[in-house]
């Protein structure tokens, strides 16, 4: 049976394991022994992330990733009530070691009740919080499943992501001509004044319900007294409709090209990468209707809700594999107030154990 003591110590134990993105090996070993245990033949891929399955053909897969954003070094949890969160100046790790201790509990709670389940594929990945550059780099050829339960959002588990956006970043630097501020500023060509010119041309915040465009970074000059000769500027935009994301792409490049017509001498350089692709979850998705059960199975009613944001779920779900992301017990996540809701964290073991019951 799931064990709400022994999960809170799960995830408490684990939580304290140092593991920003890059240096997930300390608790991936923690994991590997811990997979083991439940008798699943466990392997690490060759960039790094935990695979486990028990041999069966047709598995279903449960996947959380190891990392976590900074400040996570010495994380100390505190159970506070019906919250676990951090003491000192760091993130709990809530986000995503809920689904890891969820997914942990349903393996103990499975083998200690003896219960039959479906075959089993486990997938712990890193780098997610870095552009999905675990699940992205996760070698497929050993992964069997074509269905997977995602935890990796905010709140109950039966909160499930309907809709996740498609991810374009773009990066454009402009090379001016430097020169001294006050003996000789005609010689100069301010990067920043054209790097302005580039950014009064494309638009910014909330676009549209499903669209969203931000630039994040401006790095420019070096002295008060210098004329700029170089600037960077780093952007996104995310929305789930495809001729936004054509026109959207092309206002960059107008942007670009325009104003490098207002000043010739200037050389600007553009990248636009899309960093992952938008999906959405239907109600006839054979994967969606299992989590659906699954959560109503444990007395909870599905909530769909869109997400602004990217999971290894885009990644999966790009590979063939029908993923379904759900939350786990996660709150404020990427920030020093995030915390674990104990109720919730104990409920997506429970959803995590049906949807592997047979
Ligand atoms: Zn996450």
């Not at 996947?63 to 400040?71: G, L």
């Not at 936004?244 to 990248?271: C, G, M, Q, R």
């Not at 709150?331 to 915390?339: R, S, V």
Request: charged content about 25%.
């Amino acid at each position: 049976m799931i064990n709400k003591d022994r999960i809170v110590k799960t995830f408490c134990e684990i939580s304290e394991i140092d593991s920003p993105s890059g240096e997930e090996d300390i608790i991936a070993e923690k994991l590997i022994n811990l997979l083991k245990g439940f008798g699943l033949n466990v392997f690490k891929d060759d960039y790094g992330n935990v695979i486990a399955n028990d041999g069966r053909d047709n598995p279903i897969m449960l996947s959380a990733h190891m990392d976590t954003v900074e400040p996570s070094r010495g994380v100390v949890p505190v159970v506070d009530g019906d919250k676990i969160v951090s003491e000192g100046n760091t993130i709990v790790g809530a986000d995503a070691k809920c689904g890891i201790a969820a997914i942990l509990e349903a393996l103990e709670s499975v083998k200690e009740d003896n219960n039959v389940t479906h075959p089993i594929e486990v997938v712990f990945t890193k780098e997610e919080e870095i552009a999905l550059l675990g699940a992205r780099n996760l070698d497929f050829s050993k992964i069997k499943s074509k269905e997977a339960l995602v935890f990796d959002s905010e709140g109950p588990p039966n909160r499930i992501v309907s809709m996740s956006p498609t991810y374009v970043s773009f990066d454009i630097s402009v090379k001016g001509i430097g020169a001294h501020a006050g003996v000789e500023p005609e010689k100069g060509l301010s990067a920043i004044l054209i790097g302005s010119h580039i950014m009064s041309k494309m638009p910014q915040g909330r676009l549209d319900p499903h669209t969203t465009f931000n630039v994040g970074l401006v790095d420019g000059g070096t002295v008060r007294n210098a004329v700029p000769e170089d600037i960077i500027i780093k952007g996104e935009f995310r929305t789930s409709d495809d001729k936004i994301i054509t026109d959207l792409k092309s206002n960059i490049k107008y942007a670009v090209t325009s104003t490098k017509k207002e000043f010739p001498e200037a050389l600007i350089d553009l990248h636009l990468n899309t960093d992952f692709e938008t999906y959405s979850v239907d109600s006839e998705d054979s994967t969606f209707i299992k989590v659906e059960k699954a959560i109503g199975e444990i007395g909870l009613k599905p909530v769909l809700k869109d997400s602004g944001a990217g999971t290894d779920g885009n990644i999966f779900r790009k590979n063939g594999i029908k993923a379904v992301v759900v939350g786990m017990g996660a709150n404020h996540m990427h920030t020093l107030d995030e915390y674990v809701n104990i109720s919730d964290l104990f409920n997506a073991a429970k959803v995590c154990e049906k949807f592997i019951l047979k």
